[in-house]
T-cell receptor, first 116, second 111 residues
Framework: GAVVSQHPSRVICKSGTSVKIECRSL??????MFWYRQFPKQSLMLMAT?????????EQGVEKDKFLINHASLTLSTLTVTSAHPEDSSFYIC????????????FGPGTRLTVT | DAKTTQPTSMDCAEGRAANLPCNHS???????VYWYRQIHSQGPQYIIH???NNETNEMASLIITEDRKSSTLILPHATLRDTAVYYC????????????FGTGTRLTIIP
C-alpha cells in the first residue's frame, strides 16, 4: 500500500510552546489529508480535513486557532499545536487519501505529543 | 449514530482462523465495507474492503452476507502480530466523506 510518513514520531514540549507535526505522502499525491487525535484507550477522533491549497475544515469542538493546519502541497500537510497545554498531550495521526474512485486512505505512524 | 456494531473484544488461538464479525444493518447501496486495524501505538493499517462480493487479499478475507447487513473479516492463520484493534467502517467512495472510527474489536491472539 501507499506510504504516509509523520515527523516527529515523538515530541515533548513545555506548556505554552508550539509544536509542528509534518505529514507526507511519499509515493502518491494526496489532494485531501486528515488529522486525527487519539487519547489512551479511545478510538481515533477526526480533528480536521485539509485540501491542498484551501483552508482546512475543522470538526465541531476543535479550535482552529489552536490547531493550525497547512496543506501546502499535494504531498505535505502540517499540524501546529499552538500554546500547548498538558491536556493536548495525545497521539496525533495523519491520513492521506488517493485520487480516483474508489479512493483509498492511508495512515501515518502517528506522533506522540507530551506537554509538560 | 453508529453505522457498525462490533464485539468489544475477542481472543483467538495462534495458528487458528480469527473471525471478526461486524453488523451494518443500515448500510446503503453505495456504501462499501472497509476494515482497518491498529496495532498498539501505531497508525491504522488498511486491511481490505468490499461492496457486495466476498474479497480476499494477502492479509485477509472479507465475507459479506447477501443482504449486506453484516460481514466477517477472516484472518486465516492468526499470529501474535495480528493482536490489534480491528475497525469495521462503512462509507461511500464519493465526495469528501470522512472515515469515522467506532470502538472496534480488540483481538488478542493467544500463544
Amino acid at each position: 500500500g501507499a506510504v504516509v510518513s509523520q515527523h516527529p514520531s515523538r515530541v515533548i514540549c513545555k506548556s505554552g510552546t508550539s509544536v509542528k507535526i509534518e505529514c507526507r505522502s511519499l509515493d502518491f499525491q494526496a489532494t485531501t489529508m486528515f488529522w486525527y487525535r487519539q487519547f489512551p484507550k479511545q478510538s481515533l477522533m477526526l480533528m480536521a480535513t485539509s485540501n491542498e491549497g484551501s483552508k482546512a475544515t475543522y470538526e465541531q469542538g476543535v479550535e482552529k486557532d489552536k490547531f493550525l493546519i497547512n496543506h501546502a502541497s499535494l504531498t505535505l500537510s502540517t499540524l501546529t499545536v499552538t500554546s500547548a497545554h498538558p491536556e493536548d498531550s495525545s497521539f496525533y495521526i495523519c491520513s492521506a487519501r488517493t485520487g480516483g474512485v474508489p479512493y483509498e486512505q492511508y495512515f501515518g505512524p502517528g506522533t506522540r505529543l507530551t506537554v509538560t | 449514530d453508529a453505522k457498525t456494531t462490533q464485539p468489544t473484544s475477542m481472543d483467538c488461538a495462534e495458528g487458528r482462523a480469527a473471525n471478526l464479525p461486524c453488523n451494518h444493518s443500515t448500510i446503503s447501496g453505495n456504501e462499501y465495507v472497509y476494515w482497518y486495524r491498529q496495532i498498539h501505538s501505531q497508525g491504522p493499517q488498511y486491511i481490505i474492503h468490499g461492496l457486495k462480493n466476498n474479497e480476499t487479499n494477502e492479509m485477509a478475507s472479507l465475507i459479506i452476507t447477501e443482504d449486506r447487513k453484516s460481514s466477517t473479516l477472516i484472518l486465516p492463520h492468526a499470529t501474535l502480530r495480528d493482536t490489534a484493534v480491528y475497525y469495521c467502517i462503512v462509507r461511500t467512495n464519493f465526495g469528501n466523506e470522512k472515515l469515522t472510527f467506532g470502538t472496534g474489536t480488540r483481538l488478542t491472539i493467544i500463544p
